[in-house]
């Protein structure tokens, strides 16, 4: 018995690779957080296997069950909406629920959103660190002060409806000459990279409606 987590495409359908391809199919069982989403993306590789559904709304009371159902099969596969399982999406109380049990966990390499924006945004990549999303209340704040104490790129994710705000309090702590940079739609049609600091964000957020998910980076601390 065997739980792959396989990662699917950002965006793009070519990013995912041959390897998932053949998981995907071989497997008894996909797990994933739409079952229609999933749908036609397997639809599209001219895969048909059976579909359960586990996302964060139902992973804490669906996990023992779910696990079971691993037990029962050679091979299932966990996959997300897009990326990497368990990076900013279900996949980590599973993944832990299974090393418990002594069940195998494989992980191929795939499409996760915070590498590639890294690589192009042009700030330091030899250490960074990787925030995720941010709370959207309680210890945000402080969290953002970190940030701006922070000796590495730190690296963020963030939705369209909280961006400028995010951008703002970055402004606020960091101050307007910290370096960043924003990346939106990584990997689809409309991907689109901004490179300054946090006043020329801002600025530029002024003139261009938040649409789609974004990966903001924060240059380290100036010593």
């Keep these: 018995m065997k739980l792959a987590l396989v990662p699917t495409p950002l965006g793009n359908l070519e990013d995912i690779t041959l390897r998932a391809i053949r998981y995907l199919k071989e497997c008894d069982l996909i797990l994933c957080e739409d079952t229609r989403h999933s749908s036609k993306l397997l639809q599209h590789f001219g895969i048909q296997k059976p579909l359960l559904s586990y996302h964060q709304n139902n992973e804490h009371h669906t996990l023992h069950k779910v696990v079971e159902k691993i037990k029962s099969n050679n091979l299932t596969c966990l996959i997300t909406d897009a990326g990497t399982p368990a990076i900013s999406d279900p996949g980590f109380l599973l993944i832990r629920e299974c090393i418990k049990e002594e069940i195998t966990i494989e992980c191929l390499p795939g499409p996760t959103a915070f590498v590639p924006a890294l690589v192009c945004s042009g700030l330091p990549a030899e250490k960074f660190v990787f925030e995720g999303f941010l709370p959207h209340?309680?210890?945000?704040?402080?969290?953002?002060?970190?940030?701006?104490?922070?000796?590495?790129?730190?690296?963020?994710?963030?939705?369209?409806?909280?961006?400028?705000?995010?951008?703002?309090?970055?402004?606020?702590?960091?101050?307007?000459?910290?370096?960043?940079?924003?990346?939106?739609?990584?990997?689809?049609?409309?991907?689109?990279?901004?490179?300054?600091?946090?006043?020329?964000?801002?600025?530029?957020?002024?003139?261009?409606?938040?649409?789609?998910?974004?990966?903001?980076?924060v240059s380290p601390q100036k010593d």
Excluded at 204 to 216: D, I, L, R, S
Aim: with cysteine.
């Design 137 to 217: 209340k309680k210890g945000r704040e402080t969290r953002i002060k970190k940030i701006a104490l922070e000796d590495k790129t730190t690296i963020l994710y963030e939705s369209p409806h909280r961006i400028i705000k995010t951008i703002d309090q970055l402004l606020t702590f960091c101050g307007p000459e910290r370096e960043c940079a924003v990346v939106r739609e990584i990997s689809k049609l409309h991907e689109e990279i901004f490179r300054g600091n946090l006043a020329s964000a801002k600025e530029w957020f002024e003139n261009h409606e938040p649409k789609g998910e974004f990966v903001v980076l």
